[in-house]
């Protein structure tokens, strides 16, 4: 699997990008999402409206279905107080066959504070969550001195409604749910898509056969780099043409078929039987011509 970040949707030119901006990153976003072995990671922050995601919006132009769509949802930490995103995770806003998968990703502070991405998974999507809705419920709340790692644990009434709001969810959410959802996505792609790429390589190997067995019967083009070697190539092609010629004309050939005259049996039909005929009926445009150049006559 192969991981894209295509960039996100920009509809007002900022500095020297071109006033085209839109258009230009919807062609590049097209071009990735529209192939049909693509998985789609639709992510929308959980703090605006998800039937405005643009994200979802352009992935419904080439999955109506959403059955290669995976919705992510990011800042399920900062949404407004009172509000959730729980019932998106359950599939019941806006329905997508593969779901939703909530993040907590790691804040500017935690940057600038120099915590690790491992430590930021370390410490979970619940302990995230309640951390910092408690950051925001309270200047001090009670149950900041805890460690964050331990905060899923805590007793406080809000940390109880929000793990109570969430605790159906919870396990399909974090970054490491998600990579273990992709991981099981890529094997039953794969699983689904094998035979068909197997027809593909078969098709694809027996062509390339073919077409080394026609490059083999012209010959090796090392053995021609001199021009002697190359007349005496030609030459030997056009003996091999008159050897192949004379055997069709004899009736030699290996590939002379039995259900019609063909090789110098169908010259001599054409020549003594149809042409004797027409002479006789005095139809041979060529009698009062005899400059005139011969008619095409199938063989």
């Known amino acids: 699997m192969t991981l894209v970040d295509l960039p996100g949707m920009t509809r007002v030119p900022v500095g020297d990008q071109p006033s085209n901006i839109e258009q230009k990153i919807r062609d590049i976003v097209l071009e990735y999402i529209?192939?049909?072995?693509?998985?789609?990671?639709?992510?929308?922050?959980?703090?605006?409206?998800?039937?405005?995601?643009?994200?979802l919006h352009m992935a419904r132009l080439v999955d109506p279905e959403g059955s290669r769509t995976v919705g992510v949802l990011t800042k399920v930490d900062i949404m407004d107080r009172g509000t959730n995103c729980a019932h998106i995770l359950r599939n019941a806003h806006?329905?997508?066959?593969?779901?939703?998968?909530?993040?907590?990703?790691?804040?500017?502070?935690?940057?600038?504070?120099?915590?690790?991405?491992?430590?930021?998974?370390?410490?979970?999507?619940?302990?995230?969550?309640?951390?910092?809705?408690?950051?925001?419920l309270s200047a001090k709340p009670t149950c900041c001195s805890m460690p964050l790692a331990c905060m899923h644990a805590c007793t406080a009434p809000h940390c109880h409604n929000a793990h109570a709001e969430y605790s159906d969810v919870a396990a399909q959410c974090g970054v490491s749910f998600l990579a273990r959802r992709l991981n099981a996505l890529l094997v039953e792609h794969i699983?689904?898509?094998?035979?068909?790429?197997?027809r593909r390589i078969q098709v694809r190997k027996d062509l390339l056969e073919r077409r080394s067995a026609e490059l083999s019967a012209l010959g090796d083009a090392s053995a021609l780099e001199g021009k002697s070697?190359?007349?005496?190539?030609?030459?030997?092609?056009?003996?091999?043409?008159?050897?192949?010629?004379?055997?069709?004309?004899?009736?030699?050939?290996?590939?002379?078929?039995?259900?019609?005259?063909?090789?110098g049996a169908r010259l001599r039909h054409v020549f003594i039987e149809v042409c004797g005929l027409r002479?006789?009926?005095?139809?041979?445009?060529w009698d009062a011509r005899p400059t005139h150049v011969l008619p095409h006559l199938p063989l």
């Open 34 to 55: 529209r192939q049909p072995t693509c998985i789609v990671l639709a992510v929308t922050p959980a703090n605006s409206d998800l039937a405005n995601s643009d994200a």
């Open 94 to 136: 806006i329905p997508l066959r593969m779901g939703y998968v909530g993040v907590v990703l790691r804040s500017q502070q935690d940057i600038n504070t120099g915590t690790s991405m491992a430590a930021a998974r370390r410490c979970g999507f619940k302990a995230s969550v309640f951390h910092r809705m408690q950051s925001t």
């Open 191 to 198: 699983r689904s898509l094998l035979p068909v790429l197997r």
């Open 229 to 263: 070697a190359r007349g005496a190539f030609l030459l030997q092609l056009l003996c091999d043409y008159s050897e192949r010629l004379g055997a069709m004309l004899d009736g030699r050939h290996a590939e002379l078929t039995t259900r019609e005259l063909s090789g």
């Open 279 to 285: 002479r006789a009926e005095g139809r041979l445009p």
